[in-house]
């Protein structure tokens, strides 16, 4: 059995190698999974299971505890550890350092949905966030769009942001914190969230036409990053169907009836294995990045792969 730190795990890894992974497995049979998240707001235990046939199989541990976030110094919210089990022999075969997994899994997900459904002459980026996924998200979506000029950064905390506007500006990318998120949204070609936030940040009546909307927060079904109005004004996507209608960004509108399943478009399977798929410019597009482990060994298994070569 291989214990895989975090430092091995990112020594290994760059977003092509990832991105690619994640949409090649994706052209591929279907995973079956289930999960459980027990707690509340203030402290979660999240496990979620996966077969993905062919491959192997895995499992995600993780304990979510959001104020260690505010102890001094500062402690991770998250801690978590990915295992996986060999498809040949059923046996574990290695243990991931969890984070480090997520960091690169979320936000490859979010752009290799992004690679397809977002414009391709997209110019300005709004990132909603300040922890390691809204810094990876940043890296990752400068990778799939190189149009990307314009850099902007939102989080409750704007003191969060400097070390993230810093690298930006050393790159020689225009980037800027922003107060105002409503005129921010408005200026977006893409919008992408991570944060905790139980209360709608994107408002419908601030998204311009053209615009992708990426939502990775919102994973209990009460928490929202976006309204019902920009839900409903959307073309929706999802990574993963069963996860995303238990989370909060369309939980609620499908509840209230401002949308209904057929709402969702397709899934990733469906968007990776659509070679016609069209998009007009002026098409609201919209993915729920809901996560799930199937995900997380996509990753892994890369990591092996590569650290065993």
Request: charge should be negative; proline fraction near 4%.
């Amino acid at each position: 059995m291989q214990f895989i730190s975090a430092k091995t795990i990112h020594d290994l890894l760059e977003w092509e190698g990832v991105i690619n992974a994640i949409h090649s497995a994706h052209l591929g049979a279907r995973h079956t999974g289930e999960g459980f998240f027990l707690g509340d707001a203030a402290y979660g235990l999240l496990s979620r299971g996966v077969i993905l046939p062919g491959r192997g199989a895995g499992l995600k541990i993780a304990s979510i505890y959001p104020a260690n976030a505010q102890a001094k110094p500062p402690r991770a919210a998250e801690d978590a550890a990915f295992v996986v089990i060999d498809e040949e022999t059923k046996a574990i075969s290695a243990v991931l350092d969890g984070p480090a997994i997520t960091r690169w899994k979320t936000a490859a997900d979010s752009v290799a949905a992004a690679r397809i459904l977002s414009r391709e002459d997209s110019a300005t980026l709004l990132v909603l966030g300040a922890g390691p996924v809204a810094t990876a998200l940043v890296d990752a979506y400068l990778h799939i769009r190189p149009s990307i000029r314009t850099v902007l950064l939102w989080n409750r905390t704007a003191e969060k942001l400097a070390a993230t506007l810093a690298a930006l500006r050393e790159k020689g990318i225009e980037a800027e914190i922003v107060q105002d998120l409503s005129a921010a949204v408005g200026r977006a070609d893409i919008i992408t969230a991570a944060t905790s936030s139980a209360s709608p940040l994107i408002l419908g009546k601030d998204v311009q036409p053209g615009t992708h909307i990426d939502l990775l927060g919102g994973y209990r079904p009460d928490m929202q990053e976006a309204d019902g109005e920009a839900v409903a004004k959307a073309r929706v996507f999802v990574d993963d169907r069963t996860n995303a209608a238990m989370s909060g960004d369309l939980h609620i509108p499908l509840r209230l009836g401002m949308i209904t399943e057929q709402h969702i478009e397709a899934d990733l399977y469906e968007i990776c294995q659509n070679t016609s798929f069209c998009r007009q410019q002026q098409d609201i597009t919209l993915y729920k990045n809901a996560g799930g482990a199937h995900l997380d060994l996509m990753v892994s298994l890369l990591v092996i792969d590569r650290l065993n070569r």
